[in-house]
């Protein structure tokens, strides 16, 4: 897990979930009659330390099962060795990760569905589709990182998708500190979208790159890891107005899933003193309902051999905090069930106005929806509704 590096605000929030969830079935009598014990290394964000990290795991350790971590940094270094020792494995948000093994053991606990890219983006533009008037130009703004190719090129096909043209595409080194000069590269496409696919401290720099270069556009954000983050939502608080982005669970009233609720208080009861992010909305809940689908494998099969778990797990249908959940092609869940919302009326940078949707209000889906239709960013930021 990183549990250091770019990506530890998320990889800590993923650990504590998972401390939660082994004290809890600890606390039920283990898994086939023993205790469960977690064992988390650091891989620093670091992808080329993983092989080595797998290797100590199976070889040194002789754990009985291995689980993927957070994201394609930390699972897809591993698929090779998970694929040459024929292990099952259930990653953490790993976008796309199985599309180049197509492993069947692999599954993984995110929902985009079975085609990722196209998932994660495409309440963004529907969301953008429905202004008037209809914005046509879109500029593209992303990490120079595996996990924006296939949300880059789902932007694209949403783009294709919905009639509008990307004039401006550009990637930056995730050394980038000041993105000013990719944000006045914006400015001057004249694009009337700004979509963007980054990591957690990129988004920071990129939204106050934003706000310092006066950014004028319709609609502003798409994919980026970071503002579902408490402590990154606190930092930018009111800065935050009129961007759309992407979430996976929100405590809005038709998410509130058997046993999720109390999982996110004892979260957030103990995030303080882990130092991990104080709301949990985006990563606790998957990371739980993870070691829930190893739990209810090793639970219905009466083993821990992984190919008995894995063809349970490729027909099973799991009950978990973030509710049911079926399996199918490449290991993704069969249906997407991603969240499009648009950040509204924050007047501080309190965590407390987070802790409802009020401020987080769900675009798409509409079943979903728990807010009016979008009104745009530069009139969002300023507080104009």
């Not at 605000?9 to 009598?29: D, F, R």
């Not at 930390?74 to 492993?103: C, D, T, W």
């Not at 500190?177 to 006045?184: A, E, K, N, T, V």
């Not at 990154?232 to 999720?260: A, F, R, S």
């Amino acid at each position: 897990m990183s549990l250091s590096g770019i990506l530890a605000a998320n990889g800590k929030t993923a650990l504590l979930a998972h401390k939660l969830w082994e004290e809890n079935i600890n606390n039920k009598g283990g898994l086939l009659g023993r205790p469960v014990q977690l064992v988390c290394i650091d891989d620093q964000t670091n992808p080329n330390l993983v092989p080595d990290i797998y290797q100590k795991l199976l070889a040194d350790e002789e754990t009985d099962l291995i689980m993927g971590g957070y994201g394609d940094n930390s699972i897809k270094p591993a698929m090779p060795l998970v694929i040459e020792h024929k292990r099952f494995f259930v990653g953490l948000m790993g976008l796309a990760v199985n599309q180049e093994f197509n492993y069947e053991n692999y599954f993984a606990m995110i929902p985009t569905g079975p085609d990722p890219g196209v998932a994660l983006t495409e309440g963004f533009f529907e969301v953008a589709a429905k202004q008037h008037p209809k914005p046509e130009t879109v500029a593209i703004l992303c990490a120079d990182a595996p996990f924006s190719k296939s949300p880059v090129q789902g932007a694209k096909d949403n783009c294709a998708k919905h009639g509008m043209e990307v004039v401006f595409e550009e990637s930056y080194p995730l050394s980038t500190i000041d993105f000013s000069q990719f944000i006045r590269m914006v400015k001057q496409s004249g694009a009337d979208i700004l979509f963007m696919c980054s990591y957690v401290g990129d988004s920071v720099g990129l939204v106050k790159a934003i706000d310092r270069e006066g950014l004028q556009a319709s609609v502003v954000g798409g994919a980026m890891i970071g503002p579902q983050n408490g402590s990154v939502k606190t930092e930018l608080g009111p800065l935050l107005n009129g961007l759309v982005n992407y979430e996976y669970w929100l405590p809005v009233e038709k998410l509130m899933y058997p046993g999720v609720q109390e999982m996110i208080e004892k979260y957030q009861a103990s995030a303080l003193q882990e130092g991990t992010d104080p709301l949990g909305y985006y990563v606790a809940p998957m990371a739980y309902a993870q070691l829930q689908i190893v739990e209810q494998a090793i639970t219905a099969t009466q083993s821990i051999d992984d190919d008995k778990l894995a063809a349970y797990t490729r027909d099973a249908v799991f009950h978990t905090v973030v509710g049911d959940i079926k399996f199918g092609k490449g290991g993704g869940w069969t249906e997407p069930r991603v969240l499009t919302v648009q950040y509204q009326h924050l007047t501080d940078h309190s965590v407390a106005q987070f802790r409802e949707a009020k401020t987080q209000v769900v675009l798409v889906p509409e079943v979903l929806s728990s807010g009016s239709l979008i009104y745009p960013y530069t009139k969002a930021k300023n507080g104009m509704a």
